[in-house]
């Protein structure tokens, strides 16, 4: 099956990507993180899982091949189908959701949609194992910087500590990353919060 893919970003939509592979256009449904950063003609290699069903096809990319695993981790999970998995993804960075379930942090994996206690509870009882003293992210290979990651999910978690909901928070720190590029989390959050609730 396809593996990855390289071509160029010819279309951009809320939660997916068309890749053109030569000349061959690829939907992919992506986390938030890599459809953040992407642009319109930029030329991205993307790992990439196909999701096959009864009445379904869908492929899934990603930015390293260390965030598709954890994808297919979570997969492994009884409850967790691809859109939780991608959500989780898109609402928090890799090493977060480590984290998270290393910490059994319920809190934290049931702000997300379609999360709920007991689907936290079985991450939390089938990976910590797993995750206990092991980064997500090796230096070097990801396509895009962990910390760059990190501080756009920090954000979208102080966006909705104070009330925004997730989709408005993603859309306002997406646009605000293809005006102003890097920048610090306070930064994003005040720049965040003139979009959302201008005076």
């Known amino acids: ?22 000349g061959t256009g690829y939907l992919l449904t992506v986390p938030y993180g890599l459809l953040a950063k992407a642009h319109s003609g930029q030329e991205l290699v993307v790992y ?40 989780l993804l898109s609402t928090f960075g890799a090493v977060q959701i480590e984290s998270a379930i290393v910490s059994e942090n319920l809190n934290l994996l049931t702000k ?25 992210f090796p230096i070097g290979e990801s396509s895009f910087s962990e910390s760059s990651s990190h501080t756009q999910s920090e954000t979208v978690q102080t ?12 859309q306002a720190v997406g646009q605000i990353l293809k005006d102003s590029g890097e920048l610090t989390t306070e930064e994003q959050v005040k720049k965040a919060l003139r979009l959302l609730a201008p005076s």
């Open 48 to 87: 990439t899982h196909v999701v096959m069903r009864e009445d379904d096809l869908s492929l899934y990319g990603f930015s390293s091949f260390e965030e598709k695993q954890l994808f297919l981790q979570m997969l492994s999970v009884s409850g967790i189908g691809p859109k939780a998995a991608i959500s």
């Open 159 to 170: 966006l909705l500590a104070l009330g925004f909901g997730l989709d408005e928070a993603r």
């Open 1 to 22: 099956m396809i593996g990855m893919l390289r071509g160029k970003v010819w279309e951009i939509q809320s939660d997916r990507l068309v890749l053109d592979v030569q």
């Open 112 to 136: 997300v949609p379609g999360i709920g206690k007991k689907t936290a509870q079985r991450l939390i009882l089938e990976l910590k194992e797993k995750f206990k003293g092991h980064s997500t």
